[in-house]
C-alpha cells in the first residue's frame, strides 16, 4: 500500500481537527501507512486568491518541499488540491520534475479512495438522511462530479456519491440545484460578506427542503460556512464532512 502524506489544510487544523482525524482514520482503515508532518503549513491558496503571487509562491515551493517524498498525498479538502494540482502552474512552482510528480500525486479524499485505491465500500454505517453540497473546486477542477452547464451527458457517478452510496444506512439526498455554490468562495466571503451571506442562506434553505439532517462536502470550509448560518437562523441540516463519515460506524 503507498505511503501516504496526510495534506491538512489551515482551516481544518485550527477550526475543524475533527476531520482531519477523520481523514486519517479513514485511510488507515483503507490500508495506507500515514504520515503526517508537523511543520507543514499554507499551500498558498489564501494568498493566490488574493494575488499576492510572490507570497502564494514562497509557500507553494515550501509545500512541495514537505511533500515530495510521498507516494501519494492525500487532503480533506478539493480546493487545496486543485491549487496544488491546477495552479501552481500560475506561479511557476514546482516546474521540476520533483516537484511535477509531487503535484500530480496530491489527492482529495474521496478522489484517493475510488479512483487510486479502487475502494467505495470502507465499512462506514451512518443511518441518516445526508444531502450532497458539491464543492466547486471538487465539481469544476477536479471532476469529482458532472457539472450542469458541462455539455453532453453525464458521465459516471463523481467518487464523492459513489462512497457515499456505500454507507450503510445512509440516505443521499440532493437539492434542486444540485451543483450551485454555497457562497463561501475564501476571500470573496470576507470581501462581500453580504452577497456571501445571501447565497448561502439560499443554499442551505434549498438543501432543508430535502428533509435533510445532514449536509455533507469535501471541503470543511464550505460546511463551515453554511453551519454558521444554521446556527444563527436555529434550522438547516447540520455540517458534517465527507470523512467524518467515512469513519463513523
Excluded at 438522511?129 to 463523481?158: K, Y
Aim: glycine share 10%.
Amino acid at each position: 500500500m503507498p505511503r501516504v502524506g496526510l495534506f491538512i489544510p489551515c482551516y481544518v487544523d485550527q477550526l475543524a481537527p475533527a476531520v482531519g482525524l477523520a481523514t486519517l482514520s479513514v485511510l488507515e482503515r483503507a490500508g495506507c501507512e500515514v504520515e503526517y508532518d508537523p511543520d507543514q503549513t499554507c499551500c498558498g491558496q489564501p494568498f493566490l486568491n488574493l494575488g499576492l503571487a510572490a507570497e502564494a509562491a514562497r509557500l507553494a515551493r515550501r509545500h512541495l518541499e514537505r511533500f515530495a517524498r510521498y507516494d501519494a498525498v492525500v487532503c480533506p479538502s478539493a480546493s487545496c488540491v486543485a491549487t496544488v494540482r491546477r495552479h501552481y502552474d500560475a506561479l511557476e512552482v514546482g516546474d521540476d520534475d520533483a516537484g511535477r510528480r509531487a503535484r500530480e500525486r496530491t489527492y482529495e479524499l474521496s478522489e484517493f479512495l475510488v479512483g487510486t485505491l479502487r475502494r467505495t465500500d470502507l465499512g462506514a454505517r451512518f443511518p441518516h438522511r445526508v444531502a450532497l453540497l458539491q464543492s466547486c473546486h471538487g465539481l469544476r477542477e477536479l471532476g469529482l462530479g458532472h457539472p450542469s452547464e458541462s455539455v453532453g451527458a453525464p458521465g459516471a457517478m463523481g467518487a464523492t456519491e459513489r462512497l457515499l452510496r456505500a454507507v450503510e444506512g445512509l440516505e443521499l439526498l440532493f437539492g434542486s440545484r444540485p451543483d450551485e455554490c454555497c457562497g463561501f468562495g475564501g476571500a470573496f466571503s470576507v470581501e462581500l460578506p453580504e452577497v456571501s451571506g445571501r447565497i448561502g442562506r439560499a443554499r442551505l434553505a434549498d438543501l432543508a427542503a430535502t428533509g435533510a439532517e445532514f449536509v455533507t462536502a469535501t471541503d470543511a470550509s464550505c460546511l463551515l460556512h453554511l453551519d454558521g448560518i444554521r446556527r444563527r437562523q436555529g434550522s438547516g441540516p447540520k455540517a458534517i464532512h465527507l470523512a467524518e463519515i467515512l469513519a463513523a460506524g
